[in-house]
């Protein structure tokens, strides 16, 4: 199923949710780590990666 996990893939990499008011950024994890991105809503800077959840 490659359409599936491109599909899986442009919904989770590169995504990070910000721990304040949960946003969703698309942004270079090296970017993140660095600090460089800022919530375009809060401007906080604490991010976490968006986890895949298996959802049942
Ligand atoms: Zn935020």
Not at 3 to 12: P, S, T, V, W
């Given at each position: 199923m490659v359409?599936?996990?491109?599909?899986?893939?442009?919904?989770?990499v590169d995504?990070?949710?910000?721990?304040?008011?949960?946003?969703?950024?698309?942004?270079?994890?090296?970017?993140?780590?660095?600090?460089?991105?800022?919530?375009?809503?809060?401007?906080?800077?604490?991010?976490?990666?968006?986890?895949?959840?298996?959802?049942k």
């Open positions: 359409k599936l996990e491109a599909a899986y893939k442009r919904l989770f995504i990070f949710v910000c721990r304040k008011c949960n946003t969703k950024i698309r942004a270079n994890p090296r970017k993140i780590a660095e600090g460089k991105i800022k919530c375009r809503k809060c401007k906080g800077n604490v991010f976490r990666a968006k986890k895949k959840k298996a959802t």
